[in-house]
């Protein structure tokens, strides 16, 4: 049975696979649609992406911007990382509060970050990440906000990351 568990930020929802066990080894359930939607949670899923990143590689803080706003499902196929989810939404009462949370291939869990969050992990190790993502992605409308963004104060895990070019120059929070 799948367990969901809000996170104190409306919609961020950390979702405990449904697993089962036998002398061969395991099998984990990461999505089910029927259990999802019991649990509030109706986004279609469009797409499956993977990443592998290095230990200490950040990727992110992105987001779609409206509208192509894009909710995502994530989870750690192998390693362990650093999950961060930043609230964005305007008019939001937590807007700019995040929260960062620990996903591992022992611990199953995953992510849900529903549109309206900018989203960003850290590989505490080498890791390969799935992110089930909603939505097409649309250039035009990709943005994110600079992983050290002094407002934030996110105490990232590893001394020294690598963030690409690209996550270098993003803005921080509020300074589109």
């Known amino acids: ?25 395991s099998l984990s359930e990461r999505y089910d649609k029927p259990a999802f ?12 992406l993977a990443t592998w990143s290095k230990k200490g590689v950040i990727r992110g803080l992105h987001f779609q911007r409206k509208p192509h706003e894009q909710a995502k499902l994530v989870s750690v196929l192998s390693g362990r990382i650093f999950d961060v989810a930043v609230d964005i939404r305007e008019g939001s009462a937590t807007f700019g509060k995040w929260i960062g949370t620990e996903l591992n291939e022992s611990n199953g869990l995953s992510l849900f970050v529903p549109k309206g969050f900018a989203h960003g992990f850290q590989a505490l190790e080498d890791s390969t990440v799935l992110y089930k993502i909603s939505g097409e992605y649309s250039r035009e409308h990709e943005s994110g906000i600079i992983w050290n963004d002094p407002k934030l104060k996110i105490p990232w895990k590893v001394a020294n990351p690598v963030v690409s070019a690209k996550d270098k120059l993003f803005p921080g929070l509020g300074r589109e």
């Open 37 to 48: 939607e019991s649990a509030g949670i109706t986004e279609e899923f469009t797409k499956d």
């Open 1 to 25: 049975m799948f367990t969901f568990k809000e996170l104190g930020l409306k919609g961020l929802i950390l979702v405990g696979p449904e697993k089962h066990f036998d002398v061969r080894g």
